[in-house]
T-cell receptor, first 114, second 113 residues
Framework: GAVVSQHPSRVICKSGTSVKIECRSL??????MFWYRQFPKQSLMLMAT?????????EQGVEKDKFLINHASLTLSTLTVTSAHPEDSSFYIC??????????FGPGTRLTVT | QQQVKQSPQSLIVQKGGISIINCAYE??????FPWYQQFPGKGPALLIA?????SEKKEGRFTISFNKSAKQFSLHIMDSQPGDSATYFC????????????FGQGTTLQVKP
């Protein structure tokens, strides 16, 4: 149980285009999902907290207009990287909060902006 | 006060040995302390977690030791195996705070055959 999926697993896009990443909780409902960014050999950096039916809460320094988050249902949250640039290339990971405040992570999405 | 400090940064252990990773925190409002295991190119997987009302929790070869007064907790991996080679993250969160996790810096474990 407590499986979280992400799609796509890898994406390559050209500079200036937008990319959407989906995060789904497959066997449980999640009112809260989280989006992280991880650089090589570093820890996870929380970008934003996504709450179903309301606006996301962004961490300090994260541009909300660049990283659009939508949590339209109890099993789906999306992250759209708008006007992507090479510096946005990273490993993006979502997580979903389940019972007992436990967080379950997706497999991650490798974004490469050329 | 929101930080979780993790050590060591890297660890090399012989097969069959015990791997020990330590974490320390400042905020006494933290009430949930999970450990995650991450393999390269994959998302973190919840390994084991503890709440501050117990001093130890064991699941298979993995044990969390928790010292509330010292504000420290550690992960012990008994009989370490090459398949345990991964990056381990400790984390902490507070009740009523959306469950937001504060992560440690990570420890890269290499278990030599």
């Amino acid at each position: 149980g407590a499986v979280v999926s992400q799609h796509p697993s890898r994406v390559i896009c050209k500079s200036g285009t937008s990319v959407k990443i989906e995060c789904r909780s497959l066997d449980f409902q999640a009112t809260t999902m989280f989006w992280y960014r991880q650089f090589p050999k570093q820890s996870l950096m929380l970008m934003a907290t996504s709450n179903e039916g309301s606006k996301a809460t962004y961490e300090q320094g994260v541009e909300k207009d660049k990283f659009l988050i939508n949590h339209a249902s109890l099993t789906l949250s999306t992250l759209t990287v708008t006007s992507a640039h090479p510096e946005d290339s990273s490993f993006y990971i979502c997580s979903a909060r389940g019972a007992g405040n436990k967080q379950y992570f997706g497999p991650g999405t490798r974004l490469t902006v050329t | 006060q929101q930080q979780v400090k993790q050590s060591p940064q890297s660890l090399i252990v012989q097969k069959g040995g015990i791997s020990i990773i330590n974490c320390a925190y400042e905020n006494t409002a933290f009430d949930y302390f999970p450990w995650y295991q991450q393999f390269p190119g994959k998302g973190p997987a919840l390994l084991i977690a503890i709440r501050p009302d117990v001093s130890e929790k064991k699941e298979g070869r993995f044990t969390i030791s928790f010292n509330k007064s010292a504000k420290q907790f550690s992960l012990h991996i008994m009989d370490s195996q090459p398949g345990d080679s991964a990056t381990y993250f400790c984390a902490a969160s507070m009740a009523g705070n959306t469950g937001k996790l504060i992560f440690g810096q990570g420890t890269t474990l290499q278990v030599k055959p």
